[in-house]
């Protein structure tokens, strides 16, 4: 009788504990949210983009190419610690921007494999 007490005062504590964790995760304000803008660079490229980045950490926004002459809409999504991935279609064919994001200022590289373009990118918050 014991065990199963001790049995059900655990799976009690962890299920308070996991419903906490995951109320916390869906609560979560991004402390990065609201529009950002900025420019890339690289040897062939370079253009400008503005990133919306919304309350749940993910990203819409759209990056324009000189090179190309064309706007590319991109999402992606930016963590708790600062860290950023956003595409413009798939990895192995679209333009991939990671780095990091801080206060009010963003900075990382770039790759655009399908025309075999990289270089860096940087921008601050509006």
Request: hydrophobic share 35%; proline share 1%; net charge negative.
């Amino acid at each position: 009788m014991k065990f199963i007490a001790k049995l059900l005062l655990i799976l009690t504590a962890t299920t308070i504990f996991s419903c906490s964790e995951k109320e916390k995760d869906e609560h979560y304000i991004s402390e990065f949210q609201g529009t950002w803008t900025g420019e890339y660079t690289g040897i062939d490229d370079n253009g400008t983009w503005v990133l919306q980045v919304h309350p749940s950490g993910k990203i819409s926004g759209i990056i324009s190419s000189q090179l190309l002459n064309s706007e590319f809409e991109v999402t992606g999504e930016v963590k708790k610690n600062g860290s950023v991935n956003v595409a413009s279609g798939s990895v192995s064919s679209g333009a991939v921007f990671t780095g990091n994001m801080s206060e009010n200022v963003a900075n990382g590289e770039w790759t655009f494999s399908l025309y075999n373009l990289s270089g860096e990118w940087t921008g601050t918050k509006n």
